[in-house]
């Protein structure tokens, strides 16, 4: 139980890498807030979360693209919490389209969820987190490292969390807050359900990937939870690759 009686923030946390990490911090004693998108969904996840009916999970819709959605969101959290000791900045999207035709809208809103929405969350979880210190868990991409054709808006959203996450950590540093990332590889996820029926597509990461598979939801979770638990008081402004070692592969 290395999180019991930490309050932690999760968006995207109704499905996918987001809520792995919802179990796993409910696993480890966590009590969770869960913020996602679709109300129907968030609901539906919290209740599966929740699977003792601890009490400890609070479902807050909230469309992390959209600032007055933010800050509504926040004056219902700021009510029921003090305090909170860990925020993970999970929520995300990925538009293609070839860079020279690259639409400024769709260029906004990748940016609007991918980096403008953790900004805005981090800074409103500072009045939180400033007493006591805290945790932030950043979902970064490989494409914080490397890039690949038709995706340049979710390229540079996620080289900009990776950024984001040293900035943090050396400002708040001065109140107990680390700020760390992870980089999953390619992971197997309901967003990636057309990628790994693509025969073709799934061989070429299979090729690539050292470890010959995609990766499982529940082994980013476990970097999600070391970061957030004592393990990792002295660790801050770094970024961890769960990828199977195809960053360190030619």
Known sequence: MMLQGKTALITGGSRGIGRAICDAYYDQGA??????RDEAKLQEACKQIDKDNSGRVFGIACDVGNKESIDAAFVKIKEQFKSLDILVNCAGINI?????????DSWNKVMDVNLTGPFLITQACFDLMKDKGGKIVNIASLMSEVARPTISAYTASKGGIKMFTRAIAIEWAKYNIQANAIIPGYIATEMNTALIEDEKFNSFICNRTPQGRWGKPEEVAHAAVFFASEGANFITGQC???DGGILASL
């Open 31 to 36: 009590t969770l807030i869960v913020m996602a």
């Open 96 to 104: 293609r389209e070839p860079l020279e035709s690259f639409s400024f």
């Open 240 to 242: 961890l690759a769960v």
